[in-house]
């Protein structure tokens, strides 16, 4: 059986009401979520001090979703600007902008400065009482260092736009993910582009995974078109399953292939 992976980005307490709002509407399709929380200070609001918000984390993980760290800050921290930078560098941090829009905050950073990061979102998680098994980091942006040190802190999984990668396993697997993109000029490209492929990826039976913002909620196209596709996706016989649940799935089925 074929999975389908929705994940919601950008929950925080910020984007706290728009993201009710989605996962209400998710839940009432019978979708299982994985949400991406980001656990430090964003839009001046703390994670750490909204009791509200994270007692409906809590609600929202024993009905079955799923709690992922997504970044720190969510958004770029400067470094030196006055230090000299190669072209590649420089040519990377371009790459960053246009695909992140200012959230690249892993994008080109050491090692050390990835597991301070890293460390200091999950203990806020943890703090707050969710063990988390995954990191995604803003617009899927890692440098190599940051995705080694995702897997020498010991999670379990990260995700790229093309991929999911088990460390636990050491496979990686192939699902690229359709996001939309809640911008007037090009929300409806964004919705069309997101019917053709996703319907394309339902009919040749691929794991489909459907990335939504709390900002598409606001556009009637973009809003519409992520839920008939996932409502088209699970009446093809896909399975609603969080990140880690796929993975669960994914492990239980090379065990039965191991043993026939």
């Known amino acids: 059986m074929k999975s389908l992976m929705v994940s919601l980005h950008d929950v925080a307490p910020a984007s706290a009401e728009m993201s ?3 996962l209400d509407q998710l839940e009432e399709l019978g979708v299982k979520a994985s949400l991406l929380v980001i656990p430090g200070y964003w839009k001046s609001q703390d994670f750490k001090g909204n009791k509200n918000f994270i007692q409906w984390l809590h609600v929202a993980e024993e009905n079955g979703h799923e709690i992922v760290q997504h970044g720190l800050h969510h958004e770029k921290i400067e470094g030196n600007r006055h ?3 190669s072209p590649k ?3 990377r941090k371009i790459v960053g902008k246009v695909m992140a829009r200012g959230c690249e905050e892993f994008w080109d950073i050491d090692y050390a400065v990835a597991c301070s990061r890293l460390l200091q979102g999950r203990e806020n998680l943890e703090e ?3 063990h988390v098994h995954g990191f995604i980091a803003p617009g899927w942006l890692m440098s190599p260092e ?3 040190a995702v897997e020498d802190l010991g999670y379990r999984y990260t995700t790229s736009h093309t991929k999911v990668t088990d460390f636990s396993s050491h496979a990686e697997h192939r699902a690229f993910a359709l996001s939309l993109r809640a911008t007037k000029g090009s929300a409806k490209l964004s919705a069309v582009t997101m019917k053709l492929v996703g319907n394309a990826y339902v009919s040749k039976g691929r794991n ?5 913002h709390p900002d598409d909620l606001s556009n009637e196209s973009l809003r519409k078109t992520a839920l008939q596709l996932t409502t088209h996706a699970m009446s093809n016989g896909f ?3 969080t990140y880690f649940d796929f993975l669960s799935s994914q492990m ?3 065990t039965l292939e191991k043993g026939v």
């Open 20 to 22: 009710r709002r989605w």
């Open 83 to 85: 230090q000299s930078a």
């Open 89 to 91: 560098k420089q040519a």
């Open 128 to 130: 707050a009482g969710f």
């Open 146 to 148: 940051t995705v080694q």
């Open 208 to 212: 489909l995974r459907i990335a939504l």
């Open 239 to 241: 399975a609603s399953r």
């Open 252 to 254: 239980q089925k090379q």
